[in-house]
Nanobody, 123 residues
């Protein structure tokens, strides 16, 4: 059974940084394509950043080079370093994974999900 557990969320002021980590158990991350989604109250669940099985990253246009996503296959984790955070980045962040190489898919295409973690950025 594949399980995803997010950690590293919290509250920061605008301009600050946070690093989210998604720990994976039950399957090696090198066979998974993985994605960070986020959902703010009343809004849709949007792709933030994803990594395919080759380790190639993909980002949403709103990221604007502020975030870095990477898999650590030795630790079986997916990380998201977020810098220059803005109040509009406030949301619940979810880690998702699927078997297969394709990345940057819709939420319904991902098989495995974490429980989500809150990120709050104050102005």
């Amino acid at each position: 059974q594949v399980q995803l557990v997010e950690s590293g969320g919290g509250s920061v002021e605008a301009g600050g940084s946070l690093k989210l980590t998604c720990a994976v158990s039950g399957m090696p991350t090198d066979v998974l394509s993985m994605c960070w989604f986020r959902q703010a109250p009343g809004k849709s669940r949007d792709n933030v950043a994803s990594v395919d099985t080759d380790g190639d990253p993909f980002y949403g246009s709103f990221v604007e080079r502020r975030f870095t996503v990477a898999k650590d296959n030795d630790k079986n984790t997916l990380n998201l370093q977020m810098n220059s955070l803005r109040p509009e980045d406030t949301a619940i962040y979810y880690c998702a994974a699927r078997e297969g190489s394709a990345a940057w898919l819709d939420a319904e295409d991902y098989e495995y999900w974490g429980q989500g973690i809150q990120v709050t950025v104050s102005s």
